[in-house]
C-alpha cells in the first residue's frame, strides 16, 4: 500500500524550485523502472526550467567474478560524483543502489590518507531503504550525510518496538528467513547440529535487536514495515467485506476454509477498493478511485552519527489532495546539511546567479541552464536573480548606477533658485535697470541738440521696446504653465521686432533725410515722423499678425519631456506650430539684415550725429547672435535650451542699447560741451 507515484515526481520538482537548485545530476537503477522514472522526470525538468548535469544508470546486480567491468561502472559513477557544479544528485533505485555508492566511496577512498569528503545533497526516492549487510556493516553513512528523502507515510504503532526486542534466536533457528536476518546482523552462524562443533562467531541466543545500529536494523517503524502492516488489515477488511455480503445469499459452512483457499485476486479487488478503516495508529486508510492509498510522502531528512547509525527527521511533506497551497510543505530550519556546506544552503547551479542588475544570455551549444550573466541594457533594470529579461522602467523613473532599481526622475526647469537662473534673471533686470536709466536721461535732456536730432520719439520708443526686451526673459524662467507659454516666446517677437523696427526706421530716416537735401528731390515729402512712425506700425503689425495667428491655430503648450535627458522630466513650452516658431525668428531676422544693408549703406552719409555706424556695429551684432542661436538651440536640451534663447535675447538686446545709446549717452553725461547746436553745425561742416 503505497499513495500515488506521481506524488514523488511532484515533490522532487518542487523542491528542486524551493532551492533554486536547476544543475542536478540523475542515477536511476539500470532496469525498467528506472528506464520510466527517467522519461518521466526529465521532461519535467525541462519544463520547470532544470537541466540535468548527468544521467548514469546503476547495474541491478554484477557477478563479483568480473572485477574489471565492477571497477569501470566505479571509475564512471565517482567520476560524475566529483562534479562540484551539480551538488544535487536524485538518485532512483532500491536498496542495493545504496550498496553500489557506499562501494563506490569505499574503493576510491581506499589506500587514501584521510577520508576524501564528497559533500552532495541526496534526494532519494520512497523505494531507497539504508542497509548495511556483509562487508558493509562496518562502513558509515557519511556519504548520505543531509540526504533528503522522500519516504512512505508512517506512524509509530503500539508495543511495535516491544514486539522486535521479543524476537529470539531460538526462533531464528526454526525460520530460514530470521536465520539468515540474524547471521548477518549479528555476525554470527548458527552451527549445524548434524556437525557440533566450537567456535567463536557462533550466535549465542543472548543477541538483542536494540543492540543494533540503525545502519543494520531500525527498531522504529519505517514506511515500508507500515505499509506491509495496512496492506495485511486492508486484505483483511476486504475479504470480511465480501464474506459479509456473500452471507446474505447464502450460509457459510464448513467448506469456508475451501473457498478461502481457491480465491482469485479479481474476486477481492472490488472489496479492496471500497475498504476504509482506522488502524491502531488511529490514521484512516482508503483508496482512490485508481486505487492508490490516499496520502503522500514525508520528506526525511538524514542525520548521520560517528557509531554508523543515523537518525530520520521529518522536514516535511508532499501530498496532491491537500488544500492549495499545503501540498508541499517543508521546515528548511530543521535541515541539517552535509557538513561540507557548513549549514550554508548548496548552491547547486551550472553556473553562479545573475546577480540584479544583470540578465541571462544563453551560451551557445550548451543546455539552457548554462548562461553568462549580461548587464541590463540602458533604460533597463532586473531586481531579482536569474531574469531572463530585464525591464524596462515606468516613464516617470529611471535606473541607477547599479541597474537593479528604478528611481524617481528629477522634474527639471530652469528655476529662479538655481545659480544659472539667479545669473540670468540678476543680469536682466539689471539691463533692465540701465535701459530704464538710460530713458531717463533722454527724457530729462529731450530738449538738447543730440536728443532731438535722432527722432526723439522713435528714441523713446526704441528704449521702450528694449527695456521690455530685457525684462521677457523673465517669463522663461521658472515651471513652465499654460499661460508662461502662451506668453513668453510671442510677447519677446513682437517686443523684439518693435525694436529692431525702430532701428530700421531711424536708418531709413537718415537716408531719407540725406536724399532730401538734394535739389529738386522728391522725398522731402517722406521727411518727418509719419515715415518712421509708419514703419515702426507696419513692420510689428505684420509680427503682430503672425503671433495671433500661431497662438490661434497651434499655440505653445506645456509639455514633460521624459527621455531627452536621464534621470530628469524636462518640463518645457512645446511650439506648437514648429513653423509658425521659425516664420516668428525668420521675420526678426528678416528685419535685422535690412537694418544692417540700409546702415551699412548710410555709415558715411555726412548727416550731423549720425546714427548708421553705430546701427551698423549694432546690427552686426544682432545678426552673429541670432545666427549662432539657431543650430545651438536645435543641438540643446532642458534647461540648456532655455538659458540659450535667453542669453540671446540679453546679447542682441544689450548689442542694440550699447552700440546705439553709450556714446549719446557719453556725450550727454561726460562731454555736454558737445552738446549743443555749435557742435552740431561744426560737424555738419
Known sequence: MVPNENHQYT?????????????????????????????????????????????????????????E????????????????????????????????????KFFQDYGKKGNYSIGKVWILTPQIDYISTGLQRNWDFQLFQGAISFA????????????????????????????????????????????????????????????????????????????????????????????????KERAIGCGKVDELQSLHSWQVDPFLHGVSFNNSAGETMSFDDKGKL??????????????????????????????????????????LWHRDFNQVLPLSVCNEHCLPGYQKKRKAREKFCCYDCAPCPEGKISNQTDVDDCFQCPEDQYQNRERDACIPKVIAFLSYEEPLGICLATVSVSFSLITALVLIIFIRHKHTPIVKANNRDLTYTLLASLLLCFLSPLLFLGQPGKVTCLLRQPTFSIVFS????????????????????????????????????????SCSLIQASTCTMWLINSPPFPNFDMHSITGEIIVQCKEGS????????????????????????????????????????????????????????LSSR??????????????????????????????????????????????KH
Not at 537518525?311 to 517543508?330: A, H, K, M, T, Y
Open 294 to 335: 490516499r496520502g503522500g510522502f514525508d520528506i526525511m531528512n538524514l542525520v548521520t552519527f560517528p557509531n554508523k547509525s543515523f537518525q530520520r527527521v521529518n522536514i516535511g511533506r508532499v501530498d496532491l489532495s491537500d488544500l492549495e497551497g499545503e501540498e508541499f510543505i517543508i521546515n528548511e530550519d530543521l535541515i
Open 578 to 633: 514648429v513653423t509658425l516658431f521659425y516664420c516668428v525668428l525668420g521675420y526678426m531676422g528678416l528685419l535685422g539684415i535690412m537694418s544692417f544693408i540700409v546702415a551699412f549703406l548710410a555709415r558715411k552719409l555726412p548727416d550731423s550725429f549720425n546714427e548708421a555706424k553705430f546701427i551698423t556695429f549694432s546690427m552686426l551684432a544682432f545678426c552673429s547672435v541670432w545666427v549662432s542661436f539657431v543650430p545651438t538651440y
Open 69 to 104: 567491468k565492477i571497477l569501470d561502472i566505479i571509475t564512471i559513477i565517482y567520476a560524475s560524483l566529483r562534479d562540484k557544479q551539480a551538488r544535487t544528485v536524485i538518485c532512483y533505485g532500491e536498496s542495493l543502489t545504496i550498496s553500489w555508492l557506499k562501494t563506490v
Open 152 to 247: 512512505i507515510h508512517s506512524r509509530e504503532l503500539l508495543e511495535f518496538e516491544e514486539f522486535i526486542q521479543s524476537i529470539k534466536s531460538s526462533r531464528s533457528q526454526a525460520d530460514g528467513f530470521f536465520k539468515d536476518f540474524w547471521e548477518q546482523a549479528f555476525d554470527c552462524f548458527f552451527p549445524d547440529p548434524k556437525f557440533p562443533m566450537h567456535v567463536s562467531d557462533a550466535c549465542s541466543g543472548e543477541e538483542k535487536m536494540d543492540s543494533l545500529t540503525t545502519g543494520l536494523f531500525e527498531m522504529h517503524m519505517t514506511g515500508h514495515s507500515y505499509s506491509i502492516y495496512n496492506a495485511v488489515y486492508a486484505l483483511a477488511h476486504a475479504l470480511h467485506a465480501m464474506y459479509s455480503s456473500r452471507s
Open 638 to 683: 532642458g534647461k540648456a535650451m532655455v538659458a540659450v534663447e535667453i542669453f540671446s535675447i540679453l546679447a542682441s538686446s544689450a548689442g542694440l542699447l550699447g552700440c546705439i545709446f553709450s556714446p549719446k549717452c557719453y556725450i550727454i553725461l561726460l562731454r555736454p560741451e558737445l552738446n549743443n547746436k555749435e557742435s552740431l553745425i561744426r560737424r
Open 11 to 67: 515533490g522532487i520538482i518542487r523542491l528542486l524550485q524551493y532551492f533554486r537548485w536547476t544543475w542536478v545530476g540523475l542515477f536511476a537503477v539500470d532496469d525498467n523502472s528506472g528506464e520510466c522514472f527517467l522519461k518521466t522526470l526529465e521532461p519535467l525538468f525541462s519544463k520547470n526550467g532544470i537541466c540535468s548535469a548527468f544521467t548514469k544508470r546503476i547495474p541491478q546486480q554484477v557477478h563479483m567474478d568480473n572485477i
Open 498 to 537: 518693435v525694436a529692431v523696427s525702430c532701428v530700421l526706421a531711424k536708418t531709413i530716416t537718415v537716408v531719407v533725410a540725406f536724399m532730401a537735401t538734394k535739389p529738386g528731390s522728391s522725398m522731402r515729402k517722406w521727411v518727418g515722423k509719419r515715415l518712421s512712425t509708419s514703419i515702426v506700425i
